[in-house]
């Protein structure tokens, strides 16, 4: 059986949690608001953080956790009543998603030559 138990949160944290979905919907949308040269740089800074830190910054404000685990999308499926498997989440998030918005980008973008609707 799944382990689905969620580290402790730190106290106050409900305005990370609702920034870190809009940071969420925004990077799923980025391949329709932005260009790919700047999805590039975010993806970067995203790994970056992740070598440097050790963790993305908004679940390290909301978890109080020493060693990387838990991640948002984990977080949101558990309390949608899903027993997901911590580890395999944690591998989508950081080298399924990343490759997918930026393939999505650059076939609307230069593939189907659409402009993005903001820069």
Known sequence: MLNT????QKQNVNWVIVLHGIVIILIWASPFLFRWQLIIIV????FLQI????DCILTRHQFDVKKRGVTFYYFILVKLGFAPDMYR???VADYIM??????VALTWQLALNNLPLIF
């Open 51 to 54: 070598i440097f830190l050790g």
């Open 43 to 46: 993806i970067l800074l995203y």
């Open 89 to 91: 989440v944690r591998f």
């Open 98 to 103: 990343p490759p997918v918005i930026l393939g």
């Open 5 to 8: 138990s969620l580290p402790p």
